[in-house]
DNA sequence: GACGGTACTGCACCGCCGGTGCGGTTTTTA
DNA sequence: TAAAAACCGCACCGGCGGTGCAGTACCGTC
């Protein structure tokens, strides 16, 4: 990594701190060029503008998490042959993750963006979408190497089912903060849980 | 309603409008004061701050959903005197109701609260806090209701799973909005009816 | 019909923040 | 060693949240 890079690296680590924190308009630009140690200047010469570092950080967010679910699921289908056991272990090993983080999940960047989507303009907004149908379009495949085994016991959609699965978490994560209960988000993912159990898990008798 | 009271709602309608369509931030007092047909020494005679102008926005909020709820439960608890049946049809009147929605749900004001806290004081937090523990012991009802029926068919703590209700609700906002497809969150509702369904309804045979 | 409270208006002003512009300097690379 | 990349320093702009205060229109009460 050339210094220019670790310099960029940097300031996109402090501001995601701060961004997560405190959301992204309350985290001012001098108040990360003061954590990263670098000037105003410094950082308009890595970021055309404020729209330029969320783009980038969602951009690094969809990287990150993408490696962290391969490494997860990957896990989870070397423990079980069985693509429903794989998924149950899978999304065990989800919430595991999520209620070890020191503090609860610290929050996710891409429902920040969201939920601000007026004050970013298209190019992250379009970020935003590619990185919600990543998720989608896994999870999606999960479903169906699952439904080509089992049948399900209710009539819905593998892609709403998917969706699901984001739904879930973002939804925990709201409520996580709302309350001031970091185990919440957790809680909710064993209950999604629950439901792909009930859904295609066949039962004796 | 005298005329300071109504003054005072019309700040809040245009405000509430805004805040949805575009976050709390990206929202200007002087948009607002425009908008509302008024000066910002008037803005500012009705709410201390901008913070008060949130407050005031989420207490109205619990108040219109509390509403919502009670009557649309009611309604559903009139079409059937099973508690799980009424809880399906519930879930089910809650999603034509999302549906309907012109443009979708627009959002809710709860979690834009919640991605910025640190940007809201303590007063705020608060009021947010005992929204969310509101519809918690709201579902939980239903659910305990439900429960002393029926058995259920996986061990879940019946608190989590009230809380399932928001998480899936809020998560399902955040879907919506984050992929432009205004449809996704009644899906998810149907979803979380669909779990309800197998969770509690016996099977025959 | 004077009185006093409520509900504002008008205006000047402050500080913070995002952003611009540009000249100068250091560090790295070819 | 010269050019290109990676910064620094500093002045300045406009928008926004917020303050302060004097003045005023409305409105029910005695």
């Keep these: 990594?050339?210094?220019?890079?670790?310099?960029?690296?940097?300031?996109?680590?402090?501001?995601?701190?701060?961004?997560l924190?405190?959301?992204f308009?309350?985290?001012?630009?001098?108040?990360?060029?003061?954590?990263?140690?670098?000037?105003?200047?410094?950082?308009?010469?890595?970021?055309?503008d404020k729209n330029a570092l969320a783009r980038a950080l969602i951009d690094r967010h969809i990287e990150v998490e993408k490696e962290l679910f391969d490494d997860l699921?990957?896990?989870?289908?070397?423990?079980?042959?069985?693509?429903?056991?794989?998924?149950?272990?899978?999304?065990k090993l989800l919430a595991e993750l999520i209620e070890d983080m020191p503090g609860g999940h610290p929050g996710c960047i891409v429902a920040t963006a969201a939920y601000q989507d007026r004050l970013f303009d298209q190019d992250v907004r379009d970020?935003?979408?590619r990185a919600v149908l990543?998720?989608?379009?896994?999870?999606?495949?999960?479903?169906?190497?699952?439904?080509?085994?089992?049948?399900?016991?209710?009539?819905?959609e593998l892609e709403h089912l998917a969706d699901f699965v984001s739904?879930?978490?973002?939804?925990?994560?709201?409520?996580a903060r709302a309350v001031g209960d970091p185990l919440i988000t957790s809680q909710q993912?064993?209950?999604?849980?629950?439901?792909?159990?009930?859904?295609?898990?066949?039962?004796?008798?």
Tied chains: 1, 2.
């Excluded at 990594?1 to 961004?19: F, K």
């Excluded at 990957?74 to 272990?89: F, H, K, N, T, V």
């Excluded at 739904?167 to 409520?175: A, D, K, R, T, Y």
């Excluded at 993912?189 to 008798?205: A, D, G, H, N």
């Design 1 to 19: 990594m050339s210094r220019g890079e670790e310099t960029r690296a940097r300031i996109l680590d402090v501001a995601q701190d701060s961004v």
């Design 21 to 23: 924190a405190k959301g």
């Design 25 to 48: 308009d309350a985290t001012s630009i001098e108040e990360i060029v003061a954590n990263a140690e670098i000037t105003k200047s410094g950082f308009f010469y890595h970021f055309r």
């Design 73 to 91: 699921l990957g896990r989870a289908r070397e423990l079980s042959d069985d693509p429903l056991q794989g998924a149950l272990i899978g999304l």
């Design 127 to 129: 970020a935003n979408r």
């Design 134 to 156: 990543g998720w989608r379009a896994r999870f999606r495949r999960m479903f169906e190497e699952i439904a080509q085994v089992y049948p399900m016991r209710d009539d819905v």
């Design 167 to 175: 739904s879930v978490v973002e939804g925990g994560i709201v409520m």
């Design 189 to 205: 993912v064993m209950l999604l849980r629950s439901y792909i159990k009930l859904l295609f898990e066949p039962r004796i008798q």
